[in-house]
């Protein structure tokens, strides 16, 4: 022990047995984070130096830095109570080494990764038209919190060891200003998106290196509908919206990309008369910089009585025949009954598939699906019964989750999942499933709509090892 009064301080930490071997355990504290060095199969340590200490150092261990919602299971149980003090407090005085033991990690279990895939019947082969391969991979969350940045790798590793071939990375920006004439970009830090490009170039450089096939959506969030608008605010939008287009293009050409899809924001109650002129333009600008594949992304989602709708509707804007492919987002109710049963999914998963098949076979266009369901109980009834904002529950903690509307139920998302597949295996002009949301790091009980680690996950690899 040192004399003389406060010294650094070294903490020493035992994590659980299921951490994931690829995380960095960080000490959290309010100020500042401290990256610990692996110094055993468990253990983990750092030295802190004694100016950052203080008189009382409040911290906790979290998983690759993030904050509350990759931090160990301990009180407080919110997330306005970590931040107000994580919940381990030491005051240093002459202390030169502290010794802590991580219980469990948010979101994880005690022990193991999670329920096992639950049963399914047996997984059929999907044969796409054309001799095409069915792709089968992970819609991938952005990386929006800086985390994220540190665990691009081994969230590539973990994509090929289950075995899918395909991924799609969507960018968000917003549009920034209406008024005279709209203006889009990236409003990072105010709403989570990419920080930068290199950022998004650095995650595609990983995926393509790997031999996943990678589709890149750019995306415009928040653009209000219900106003008409003039000729010349639409000239200015089209602008917006090409300029934005072709910068992602470019980035897309540049690191290798597969292909390149978006959702034709801009469609509109009151579109200019030339609406279809304006996109076929928009188009054309995208496949002068990239020369692979383009698509249009297509939303289905349903109302609380169930009514299905896919936006735009069509007839769309723009004309089908200006793409390569179309893209299915579907969020909405398969079945409204809590105890379907899963032929009654099956039915249902291909009913929803179905309204999209007048505009994929006017111009002979395959559809890749990206279904977004929640492991929640009755995972079915989508967009009926929750929305995307249901992830608040991941940030609320654990405790605020489990007194709230939801029954966690992987192995229901995992049905649902599994009956969209097996509505695809009937339908050959589907060519992919590739389930949205899916975290950039192991939350295996968090109950929002990624499949990573999951039950999900589970019965993908069974449909997976099933493929020729």
Same mark, same amino acid.
């Given at each position: 022990?040192?004399?003389?009064?406060?010294?650094?301080?070294?903490? +020493?930490?035992?994590?659980?047995?299921?951490? $994931?071997?690829?995380?960095?355990?960080?000490?959290?504290?309010? =100020?500042?984070?401290?990256?610990?060095?692996?110094?055993?199969?468990?253990?983990?340590?750092?030295?802190?130096?004694?100016?950052?200490?203080?008189?009382?150092?409040?911290?906790?261990? %979290?998983?690759?830095? !993030?904050?509350?919602?990759?931090?160990?299971?301990?009180? #407080?149980? %919110?997330?306005?109570?970590?931040?107000?003090?994580?919940?381990?407090?030491?005051?240093?005085?002459?202390?030169?080494?502290?010794?802590?033991?991580?219980?469990?990690?948010?979101?994880?279990?005690?022990?193991?990764?999670? *329920?096992?895939? $639950? =049963?399914?019947?047996?997984?059929?082969?999907?044969?796409?038209?054309?001799?095409?391969?069915?792709?089968?991979?992970?819609?991938?969350?952005?990386?929006?919190?800086?985390?994220?940045?540190?665990?691009?790798?081994?969230?590539?590793?973990?994509?090929?060891?289950?075995?899918?071939?395909?991924?799609?990375?969507?960018?968000?920006?917003?549009? !920034?200003?209406?008024?005279?004439?709209?203006?889009?970009?990236?409003?990072?830090?105010?709403?989570?998106?990419? #920080?930068?490009?290199?950022?998004?170039?650095?995650?595609? +450089?990983?995926?393509?290196?790997?031999?996943?096939?990678?589709?890149?959506? *750019?995306?415009?969030?928040?653009?209000?509908?219900?106003?008409?608008?003039?000729?010349?605010?639409?000239?200015?939008?089209?602008?917006?919206?090409?300029?934005? !287009? @072709?910068?992602?293009?470019?980035? =897309?050409?540049?690191?290798?990309?597969?292909?390149?899809?978006?959702?034709?924001?801009?469609?509109?109650?009151?579109?200019?008369?030339?609406?279809?002129?304006?996109? +076929?333009?928009?188009?054309?600008?995208?496949? &002068?910089?990239?020369?692979?594949?383009?698509? @249009?992304?297509? @939303?289905?989602?349903?109302?609380?009585?169930?009514?299905?709708?896919?936006?735009?509707?069509? $007839?769309?804007?723009?004309?089908?025949?200006?793409?390569?492919?179309?893209?299915?987002?579907?969020?909405?109710?398969?079945?409204?009954?809590?105890?379907?049963?899963?032929?009654?999914?099956?039915?249902?998963?291909?009913?929803?598939?179905?309204?999209?098949?007048?505009?994929?076979?006017?111009?002979?266009?395959?559809?890749?699906?990206?279904? &977004?369901? =929640?492991?929640?109980?009755?995972?079915?009834?989508?967009?009926?019964?929750?929305?995307?904002?249901?992830?608040?529950?991941?940030? &609320?903690?654990?405790?605020?989750?489990?007194?709230?509307?939801?029954?966690?139920?992987?192995?229901?998302?995992?049905?649902?999942?599994?009956?969209?597949?097996?509505?695809?295996?009937?339908?050959?002009?589907?060519?992919?499933?590739? *389930?949205?949301?899916?975290?950039? !790091?192991?939350?295996?009980?968090?109950?929002?709509?990624?499949?990573?680690?999951?039950?999900?996950? &589970? @019965?993908?690899?069974?449909?997976?090892?099933?493929?020729?």
């Amino acid at each position: 022990m040192a004399c003389g009064g406060p010294t650094d301080v070294t903490f +020493r930490v035992t994590v659980p047995d299921n951490t $994931p071997e690829d995380d960095t355990i960080v000490v959290y504290g309010l =100020a500042q984070q401290y990256v610990m060095a692996k110094i055993g199969a468990t253990t983990h340590e750092v030295t802190v130096a004694v100016e950052d200490l203080g008189d009382r150092f409040s911290y906790r261990y %979290t998983r690759n830095g !993030m904050d509350f919602v990759a931090s160990e299971a301990i009180a #407080p149980e %919110t997330g306005p109570e970590f931040f107000a003090n994580p919940g381990r407090t030491i005051e240093p005085g002459d202390r030169e080494l502290v010794e802590d033991v991580v219980q469990r990690w948010r979101w994880f279990p005690a022990t193991g990764l999670g *329920p096992p895939a $639950p =049963a399914i019947a047996a997984p059929l082969v999907l044969a796409p038209a054309g001799g095409r391969r069915f792709q089968l991979g992970a819609g991938m969350q952005d990386l929006w919190d800086p985390a994220f940045t540190t665990t691009i790798d081994a969230t590539t590793r973990h994509l090929l060891d289950v075995g899918y071939n395909a991924v799609s990375v969507s960018v968000p920006w917003q549009v !920034m200003a209406t008024d005279p004439l709209p203006k889009v970009g990236n409003a990072y830090p105010d709403l989570p998106n990419y #920080p930068d490009d290199e950022t998004l170039r650095t995650q595609l +450089r990983s995926l393509v290196a790997a031999g996943l096939s990678v589709q890149l959506r *750019p995306q415009v969030d928040r653009l209000d509908t219900s106003v008409p608008r003039s000729d010349a605010w639409w000239d200015a939008w089209f602008v917006e919206l090409g300029d934005m !287009m @072709v910068h992602f293009a470019e980035i =897309a050409r540049e690191e290798g990309v597969t292909s390149f899809a978006f959702y034709p924001t801009g469609h509109h109650p009151h579109p200019p008369p030339n609406a279809d002129a304006r996109w +076929r333009a928009l188009v054309a600008r995208v496949r &002068g910089t990239f020369a692979g594949p383009v698509g @249009v992304i297509l @939303v289905g989602f349903s109302d609380q009585a169930g009514t299905q709708y896919v936006i735009p509707d069509p $007839p769309m804007t723009p004309s089908p025949d200006a793409f390569d492919f179309l893209v299915f987002d579907t969020f909405g109710a398969i079945d409204l009954r809590g105890d379907a049963s899963d032929a009654d999914l099956v039915a249902g998963a291909g009913v929803m598939l179905d309204r999209v098949a007048a505009v994929a076979s006017s111009a002979s266009l395959p559809v890749i699906v990206v279904p &977004g369901y =929640a492991a929640v109980a009755g995972s079915w009834r989508g967009s009926s019964f929750y929305s995307i904002d249901i992830y608040d529950a991941t940030f &609320g903690g654990e405790q605020q989750w489990q007194q709230g509307r939801y029954t966690s139920s992987p192995v229901d998302q995992a049905r649902t999942i599994d009956a969209f597949l097996r509505a695809a295996a009937s339908r050959p002009w589907v060519t992919g499933l590739i *389930p949205f949301g899916y975290w950039n !790091m192991d939350m295996p009980l968090e109950p929002g709509m990624s499949t990573r680690r999951l039950a999900t996950e &589970g @019965v993908l690899e069974r449909w997976i090892g099933a493929q020729p």
